[in-house]
């Protein structure tokens, strides 16, 4: 063999090593579909666009989410999925993604030679109109550096994943119909049960947590027979299903079947099967009210009556709202002393609102302002949390209560709003830097302080943690109870403290239980 010749298969082999090495430096996962393989980003191993249910297309469309198909060989998972169909994007500043019917896929953010680490499992909000598994700001990367592993998925939205209407009813094995996004949660967190350990994940320790939409959600999941012993540990940012749901009839499988029926008329479809050949794009240009509702499968009665009886599912948690919630939502709007009784109305019956027991006049504008931006806070937000709080910790010991309060600085998508809805999310997920904004060292330290919490109790149930998990100089956060109802106030400074205005919310509970009473008379 001559030297160049030589040189050449040294060469050659030299080649075929390096390229050895690159794939093998890849991470994979043997799922019960098939192997995956991953990439390394951000200092942890990533998985996008894990199919965890088939995709929901053709007569698939309105229908339980059926298993995803097996695969030989290795399957890439570099590449986040489609979103699911919707309009616009939540939060509203996130970047524009492709949206399909086909988007039932979670991504897995994992620490490497992770072993039996907890797992953190993010149901996004968006009003279940809009929402996205794969937006910057949920990006598992910082938190999975605190040793846990994190996942992330898609459910479907609007008029795909809520749509009741009487022939999928008749047609479903479950009798009921209008809850395929909630079923596609459940689905997601199966797979998560069965495969997380591929991953380095503890199938006994997982956490879901969500904001807005995502932990009503959670409040629903908490209360569902299918969801028993899927999760062991819930974080509820500012969302929860406990509301007298005999406030609207729509919110009963009869009365959504009907929102249906005329969603469907409106389309121009005489039955459901007409209605499944319509394209996609074309429903969703149309008008949709979209619930949680009681259906009869996913949820069985309210979920207040669960949780009141003591029947929800055994979990600890950890829930709480922002100091501002409610200006989000006058955000643009004139509020004055003369017209914010028509503001009030715009989102709830007068007759609800003179049972909370609103003054009939104001002495400013500015009072106006501050009544309608706290009243939407309470009701929307304060005193759901505060009711999930109160009736968990009659079960459950470890039940955790926060306000956050810190004012992003100038900039801020949420300039001018204070701590409204969604403020937090920044700095549970520690990506301030995804906005570039002069974020002083409180912002940074109150980021890390927060996710060193949220990670502490998807560990141990606490998030103080245990003796050497990290936590070490943070101040501790009291177990909230009914008979001490005190938690952690998330702010300039963080401190121990009274995260709701039980003065307020008791007017709103006095109401909704004339409310419940009246309807039980009936």
Same mark, same amino acid.
């Given at each position: ?34 192997? @995956? ?29 059926? &298993? ?67 937006? &910057? ?92 012993? @899927? ?71 309210? #979920? ?24 989000? !939502? ?18 709830? &019956?007068? !007759?609800?609102?003179? @049972?909370?027991?609103? #003054? ?14 706290? !009243?939407?806070?309470?009701?929307? %937000? ?8 109160? @009736? ?33 999310? #920044? ?52 177990? !909230? ?18 995260? %709701? ?22």
């Amino acid at each position: 063999m001559s030297g160049r010749h030589a040189g050449f298969i040294v060469f050659a082999l030299w080649l075929f090593t390096c390229a050895t090495r690159v794939v093998a430096s890849q991470p994979q996962a043997r799922t019960e579909q098939g192997v @995956l393989e991953g990439i390394e980003a951000n200092g942890v191993a990533v998985f996008r666009g894990v199919p965890f249910a088939a995709s929901p297309v053709g007569d698939l469309r309105w229908r339980a989410p059926q &298993p995803a198909s097996s695969w030989r060989g290795v399957r890439k998972a570099d590449n986040f999925s489609p979103v699911c169909m919707q309009e616009g994007s939540y939060p509203e500043d996130a970047p524009p993604e492709r949206s399909s019917e086909d988007c039932l896929y979670l991504n897995v953010w994992a620490p490497h030679g992770a072993r039996k680490l907890p797992v953190m499992v993010w149901i996004y909000g968006g009003g279940l109109r809009n929402g996205s598994a794969s937006t &910057p700001l949920y990006s598992g990367d910082r938190l999975a550096r605190h040793d846990v592993v994190v996942v992330t998925f898609n459910y479907r939205l609007g008029v795909f994943g809520f749509l009741a209407h009487p022939d999928l009813t008749r047609e479903s094995p479950t009798h009921s119909s209008g809850s395929y996004g909630l079923e596609d949660q459940i689905a997601a967190l199966r797979w998560v049960k069965r495969n997380i350990a591929a991953f380095g994940g503890d199938p006994d320790r997982i956490t879901v947590f969500g904001q807005s939409s995502g932990a009503i959600s959670i409040s629903v999941l908490a209360a569902s027979p299918l969801a028993k012993g @899927l999760f062991q540990r819930a974080i509820a940012q500012s969302g929860g299903l406990f509301e007298p749901m005999q406030l609207l009839p729509e919110l009963s499988l009869s009365g959504a079947e009907q929102v249906g029926l005329r969603f469907a008329t409106d389309a121009g479809a005489a039955d459901i099967v007409s209605l499944r050949a319509k394209p996609a794009e074309e429903l969703l240009k149309r008008s949709f009210r979209h619930n949680l509702i009681v259906d009869g499968h996913v949820l069985t009665r309210p #979920p207040y009556d669960t949780f009141l009886s003591g029947e929800q599912n055994d979990i600890a948690v950890l829930v709480g709202a922002n100091r501002d919630e409610g200006e989000l !939502f006058i955000r643009g709007q004139t509020v004055t002393a003369a017209n914010f009784r028509a503001e009030l109305e715009r989102g709830l &019956p007068a !007759f609800l609102i003179d @049972l909370i027991g609103v #003054p009939r006049a104001v002495a400013s504008d500015a009072d106006a302002h501050a009544l309608v931006a706290a !009243f939407n806070r309470d009701v929307r %937000f304060g005193w759901d949390m505060w009711a999930w709080a109160r @009736l968990a910790s009659r079960k459950s010991r470890n039940v955790f209560a926060y306000q956050f309060s810190r004012t992003p600085p100038p900039g801020s998508p949420f300039a001018g709003l204070g701590a409204t809805h969604g403020a937090e999310m #920044p700095y549970v997920f520690d990506h301030l830097d995804l906005q570039p904004l002069p974020w002083p060292d409180a912002d940074r330290r109150l980021a890390a302080a927060m996710a060193t919490y949220w990670t502490n109790f998807a560990k141990t149930g606490d998030p103080n943690g245990v003796a050497g998990s990290g936590s070490a100089g943070l101040p501790a956060w009291p177990a !909230f109870t009914e008979a001490n109802p005190r938690g952690l106030l998330l702010g300039d400074e963080v401190r121990a403290g009274r995260p %709701f205005d039980e003065q307020a919310l008791t007017r709103i509970d006095s109401a909704y239980a004339r409310v419940r009473a009246s309807a039980a008379r009936k």
